[in-house]
């Protein structure tokens, strides 16, 4: 569905994602994690084509992704969150989860003004959606209510919903957990499990490992821009690259103490003696 | 008095539209337009030198807001990849540029003396007949220019407006091609204040480069930022408070015997002064902008 071909960024001398292909199929939930700097927000712009590759290239749905057009995937149907929403102060929940549908005959002045009839049947069907999505993450009370008057949490939740307002076939999420309470990060988890079996494949990019160890069926490592490691959550931490990545090198001499991980943990630090 | 009175209530009418343009651009959408004033004199411009080529007003009037539409069109388009600060910089200077072709180019717009001598509205009324006449054509305009700007600010495409003022990212990760939005916006608000520039043409029967400074950009800024940003009612309250004290001092100057050189400084510091008052005490304007609810059914 989604894929990078060879794909690196450059910000002047810095290389933020450096030669990472992949490739994301239907229904599939993929976490990316890495430590901070380590290219993950930046792959996730790429992908979103908020962000133009020095290189490579990202196609969706047999589309190329370009920053030039950064508004088009979201039309093709690949969506992406935010980390932090930033949802206008003067614009009711509502009426953000309207901006998020389609509504050709509303979105053209000329329609707006001669078909007033078209425009209105057209927004009745993406109220009753609106407050279908609102309701399933409990926002249905607070509808009319300024969307960035809400909670950080709660804004988190709407930008997931609004997100949902076209049926997306990839939704991207930065961070999704990122300044959640406990309670709402295990809804949030099954917030998106539900909207996968809806048929939306998900990339996560996410710091809770044990968030991305329930969710994902597979995860992406980045250091340094660069894939490090693509497999399934549990074999992250036998990963020895993954575990330097995150705790840095063993210094030689000292023993290595494994918390968890069992052999593979083991294995990795017996090699290094 | 009364024709005083009508005088006031006509430049109202016409700076309200000019005004509802400006807070479709600025309060809706968040466009700083700082050349709003170049968008009025190319819809004067227009109008003036197609009434002198003989074309009748009610034809003119619509040619003059497509070359103001074609002229938001253009600022809209050029500076399409600058950030909204650039872009602001850059509108106050295509004003300027348009001021300049104005002033210099004599063959076309009579230079620095203007185009006098327009054949007007409704000459066959004359006095108060016609003053009343030019009222009710004018406040028929606004009305419909505001009912305009009001259905487009409460449909998908003036929600698209309003969040691609508060968080334009989000709006394109949903799928909204903001550049093209803008260029729509600013292609309706030049039509709507070549509107106002026209019927200002029409009414004084004269159009000149002095009324096409910044400084009347400024003036309509304050209608809009009085009234209320991101509200239609506000726009025209704040047109018809900002004209009335504009003109209004003048004339206080006959009853109170100030001196008439006072008076000029006098119209600006009273302007200031409101605006200062008005964002100390009331800084979302005399008529904020509302929520718009839905009353949502729940599912």
């Given at each position: 569905m989604?894929s990078?071909h060879?794909?690196?960024?450059?910000?002047?001398?810095?290389t933020?994602?450096?030669?990472?292909?992949?490739?994301?199929?239907?229904?599939?939930?993929?976490?990316?994690?890495?430590p901070?700097?380590?290219?993950?927000?930046?792959?996730l712009?790429?992908l979103?084509?908020?962000?133009?590759?020095?290189?490579?290239?990202?196609?969706?749905?047999?589309?190329?992704?370009r920053?030039?057009?950064?508004?088009?995937?979201s039309?093709?149907g690949?969506?992406?969150?935010?980390q932090?929403?930033?949802?206008?102060a003067?614009?009711?929940?509502?009426?953000?989860?309207?901006?998020?549908?389609?509504?050709?005959?509303g979105?053209?002045?000329w329609?707006?003004?001669l078909?007033?009839g078209?425009v209105?049947r057209?927004?009745?069907?993406?109220?009753?959606?609106a407050?279908?999505?609102?309701a399933?993450?409990?926002?249905?009370?607070l509808?009319?209510?300024?969307?960035?008057?809400l909670?950080g949490?709660q804004?988190?939740?709407?930008?997931?919903?609004v997100?949902?307002?076209d049926?997306?076939?990839v939704?991207?999420?930065d961070?999704?957990t990122?300044?959640?309470?406990p309670?709402?990060?295990?809804?949030m988890?099954?917030h998106?499990?539900?909207?996968?079996?809806?048929g939306?494949?998900?990339?996560?990019?996410?710091?809770?490992?044990?968030?991305?160890?329930?969710?994902?069926?597979?995860?992406?490592?980045?250091?340094?821009?660069?894939?490090?490691?693509?497999?399934?959550?549990?074999?992250?931490?036998?990963?020895?690259?993954?575990?330097?990545?995150?705790?840095?090198?063993?210094?030689?001499?000292?023993?290595?103490?494994v918390?968890?991980?069992?052999?593979?943990?083991?294995?990795?630090?017996?090699?290094r003696a | 008095?009364?024709e005083?009175?009508?005088?006031?209530?006509?430049?109202?009418?016409?700076?309200?539209?000019?005004?509802?343009?400006?807070?479709?651009?600025?309060?809706?959408?968040?466009l700083l337009?700082f050349g709003q004033?170049?968008l009025?004199?190319?819809?004067?411009?227009?109008?003036?030198?197609?009434?002198?080529?003989?074309?009748?007003w009610?034809?003119a009037?619509?040619?003059?807001?497509?070359?103001?539409?074609?002229?938001?069109?253009?600022?809209?388009r050029?500076?399409?990849d600058?950030?909204a600060?650039?872009?602001?910089?850059a509108?106050?200077?295509?004003?300027?540029?348009?001021r300049?072709?104005a002033?210099?180019?004599?063959?076309?717009t009579?230079?620095?003396?203007?185009?006098?001598?327009?054949?007007?509205?409704?000459?066959g009324?004359?006095g108060?007949?016609?003053?009343?006449?030019?009222?009710a054509?004018a406040?028929?305009?606004?009305?419909?220019?505001?009912?305009?700007?009001?259905?487009?600010?409460?449909?998908?495409?003036?929600?698209?407006?309003?969040?691609?003022?508060?968080?334009?990212?989000?709006?394109?990760?949903l799928?909204?091609?903001i550049?093209?939005?803008?260029?729509?916006?600013l292609a309706?608000g030049?039509a709507?204040?070549?509107?106002?520039?026209?019927?200002?043409?029409?009414?004084?029967?004269?159009?000149?480069?002095?009324?096409?400074?910044p400084?009347e950009?400024?003036?309509?800024?304050?209608m809009v930022?009085?009234?209320?940003?991101?509200?239609?009612?506000?726009?025209?309250?704040?047109?018809?408070?900002?004209t009335?004290?504009?003109?209004?001092?003048?004339?206080?100057?006959?009853v109170?015997a100030?001196?008439?050189?006072?008076?000029?400084?006098?119209?600006?510091?009273a302007?200031?002064s409101?605006?200062l008052?008005?964002?100390?005490?009331?800084?979302?304007g005399?008529?904020?902008?509302?929520?718009?609810?839905?009353?949502?059914?729940?599912?």
């Open positions: 989604l990078a060879d794909v690196t960024r450059s910000f002047g001398g810095l933020a994602v450096s030669h990472v292909s992949l490739e994301i199929g239907p229904r599939e939930i993929v976490g990316l994690v890495g901070n700097g380590s290219g993950k927000t930046t792959l712009n790429l979103s084509g908020f962000l133009a590759p020095t290189s490579g290239e990202i196609r969706f749905d047999g589309t190329a992704v920053a030039r057009r950064a508004w088009q995937p039309r093709l690949l969506r992406r969150t935010f932090l929403p930033k949802l206008p003067r614009m009711s929940v509502l009426e953000v989860m309207l901006a998020g549908g389609r509504l050709p005959a979105t053209s002045p329609r707006s003004l078909m007033p078209r209105r057209e927004e009745a069907a993406f109220i009753g959606k407050m279908g999505l609102l399933e993450v409990d926002l249905a009370g509808a009319d209510h300024p969307a960035g008057g909670s949490g804004q988190k939740l709407l930008g997931l919903a997100a949902l307002m049926d997306p076939a939704l991207l999420l961070e999704p990122a300044g959640v309470n309670s709402l990060r295990r809804r988890a099954d998106l499990r539900r909207i996968r079996e809806g939306t494949a998900l990339v996560i990019v996410e710091h809770d490992m044990g968030f991305i160890g329930d969710l994902c069926d597979r995860c992406l490592a980045l250091d340094k821009g660069a894939v490090i490691a693509n497999c399934r959550p549990d074999e992250l931490s036998g990963n020895q690259q993954v575990v330097e990545a995150y705790l840095g090198r063993r210094r030689p001499g000292v023993p290595l103490r918390v968890a991980g069992g052999p593979a943990g083991a294995k990795a630090s017996g090699a | 008095m009364l005083f009175c009508l005088h006031v209530l006509i430049m109202s009418a016409i700076f309200g539209i000019a005004a509802v343009s400006l807070n479709l651009q600025a309060g809706t959408s968040g337009n004033i170049a009025f004199g190319i819809g004067a411009y227009a109008v003036a030198i197609l009434t002198r080529a003989g074309l009748p009610p034809a009037l619509p040619a003059g807001m497509a070359a103001a539409a074609l002229g938001g069109f253009a600022i809209g050029l500076g399409r600058l950030a600060e650039y872009w602001a910089l509108t106050l200077a295509v004003a300027e540029l348009v300049l072709v002033l210099n180019e004599d063959w076309l009579g230079g620095p003396q203007g185009i006098g001598g327009i054949g007007g509205l409704f000459p009324l004359d108060m007949a016609r003053a009343l006449a030019t009222l054509l406040a028929l305009l606004l009305l419909g220019t505001a009912l305009v700007a009001r259905r487009l600010g409460e449909t998908q495409f003036g929600r698209v407006l309003r969040l691609m003022r508060e968080n334009p990212d989000l709006a394109t990760a799928g909204h091609d550049v093209t939005c803008k260029v729509k916006v309706i030049g709507m204040a070549g509107l106002a520039g026209g019927l200002y043409t029409l009414y004084l029967a004269f159009i000149g480069p002095d009324q096409l400074l400084f950009t400024f003036l309509i800024w304050t930022v009085l009234g209320g940003l991101g509200n239609v009612a506000g726009a025209v309250v704040g047109a018809l408070l900002v009335t004290l504009y003109a209004g001092i003048p004339f206080l100057k006959d109170v100030l001196p008439s050189d006072l008076t000029g400084s006098l119209r600006v510091f302007i200031g409101i605006v008052a008005v964002l100390m005490l009331k800084p979302q005399l008529v904020p902008e509302r929520l718009r609810r839905h009353h949502a059914q729940r599912p």
